[in-house]
């Protein structure tokens, strides 16, 4: 059973587009949800999380907006640019005091932005 | 952010042989990390929760005879690859959180590779 479900698997956006990768969670459970950005060959790295009380989060060119009862979360990548070509990994989990829940992983979004 | 260190990056061995992984959290202290396993274009699949001190949770369908996990202090975890078959080639990745903190910080990953 997936608990996390990603989509698109793969995306072409155009320099400075915007790029929209979308996920859909299950367990109403999870209270953390971060995204990761990994590239070819290295471990990934955490990018943005959020919490289920706040609705959008905002770092830079990355903004999370998170729907608690459509139990869906999105991250949105402005300005595209060539460097942020990566897989991106959207991720839920429950956090427990003085130590951690393990990480439920979606499929990945292989995101390209071309010049 | 905080460094996890893993090492080697790549290792190349032959069947029968045995392979450790090493993970280390380097300016911080972690009492739990976990190992995930990765194939080409996939995404993280978990394998077991590391806790210092104790024995390892291990997912199911993963053989916890084949893949040793020892987590002897704060700072180090290490997983061992034992009788290595072609099958076990894949992206080892592990991964380390703060004590207290919430988010998960990954190593860079260990490309094996069992001729």
């Known amino acids: 059973q997936q608990q996390v479900k990603q989509s698109p698997q793969s995306l072409i956006v155009q320099k400075g587009g915007i790029s929209i990768i979308n996920c859909a969670y299950e367990?109403?459970?999870?209270?953390?949800f971060p995204w990761y950005q990994q590239f070819p060959g290295k471990g990934p790295a955490l990018l943005i999380a959020?919490?289920?009380?706040?609705s959008e989060k905002k770092e830079g060119r990355f903004t999370i907006s998170f729907n608690k009862s459509a139990k869906q979360f999105s991250l949105h990548i402005m300005d595209s640019q060539p460097g942020d070509s990566a897989t991106y990994f959207c991720?839920?989990?429950?956090?427990?005091?003085?130590?951690?829940?393990?990480?439920?992983f979606g499929i990945g979004t292989k995101l390209q932005v071309i010049p | 952010g905080a460094v996890v260190s893993q090492h080697p990056s790549r290792v190349i061995c032959k069947s029968g042989t045995s392979v450790k992984i090493e993970c280390r959290s380097l300016?911080?202290?972690?009492?739990?990390m976990f190992w995930y396993r990765q194939f080409p274009k996939k995404s993280l699949m978990l394998m077991a929760t590391?806790?210092?001190?104790?024995?390892?949770?291990?997912e199911q369908g993963v053989e916890k005879d084949k893949f040793l996990i020892n987590h002897a202090s704060l700072t180090l975890s290490t997983l061992t690859v034992t009788s290595a078959h072609p099958e076990d080639s894949s992206f080892y990745i592990c991964?380390?959180?703060?004590?207290?903190?919430?988010?998960?910080?990954f190593g860079s990953g260990t490309q094996l590779s069992v001729l």
């Open positions: 991964s380390a959180g703060q004590v207290g903190g919430e988010k998960l910080f």
């Open positions: 367990n109403t459970a999870f209270d953390y």
């Open positions: 959020i919490r289920p009380d706040v």
């Open positions: 991720a839920a989990s429950k956090l427990k005091s003085g130590g951690y829940q393990k990480v439920t």
């Open positions: 300016d911080f202290q972690a009492t739990t």
């Open positions: 590391s806790n210092e001190g104790s024995k390892a949770t291990y």
